[in-house]
């Protein structure tokens, strides 16, 4: 059964961004998965390249027990995502702007970024994702 892009950006993002749930995150990728943020300054909280299932488990896991419980989680009703599908089978490109409900001044805060996905077998073999270091930071 082949998986598609939408399912396999849909569980990225359930697993990541909205439970932040390292285990189901770290499953979507192959043994040999990578996890690339390029923008990434080297000594920020972000893993900047992250190599193989395990490790990518382990700095996730890590990451997101640094984040504080109030660092907000997108709104999936007022966030939006186009997904560009490529002649190449195995690669495709989400744009996505994800809206965080306003915090203390009210305002609703939009981020932009761009993840390329590379898939192997219905998984993730690299993910590189490109978003405003000061995300992380």
């Known amino acids: 059964m082949s998986v598609s892009p939408q399912e396999i950006f849909q569980k990225c993002v359930y697993a990541g961004a909205l439970t932040r749930n390292a285990d189901a995150f770290a499953e979507l990728f192959t043994e040999d998965g990578v996890l690339e943020a390029p923008l990434v ?5 972000f893993p900047r390249r992250t190599e193989g299932r395990q490790e990518i488990r382990r700095t996730m896991a890590a990451y997101y027990e640094r984040q504080s419980s109030d660092g ?4 999936i009703e007022k966030s939006r995502y186009v997904l560009h599908i490529t002649d190449d089978p195995e690669v495709f490109i989400a744009e996505i702007d994800t809206v965080f409900d306003g915090a203390g001044d009210g305002a609703d805060e939009t981020v932009s970024l761009v993840q390329i996905y590379r898939v192997r077998d219905g998984k993730i073999a690299h993910l590189r994702d490109y978003f405003t270091p000061g995300m992380v930071s």
């Not at 907000?72 to 709104?75: R, T």
Request: hydrophobic content about 45%.
């Open 41 to 45: 300054p080297v000594d920020a909280a």
């Open 72 to 75: 907000g989680v997108p709104n």
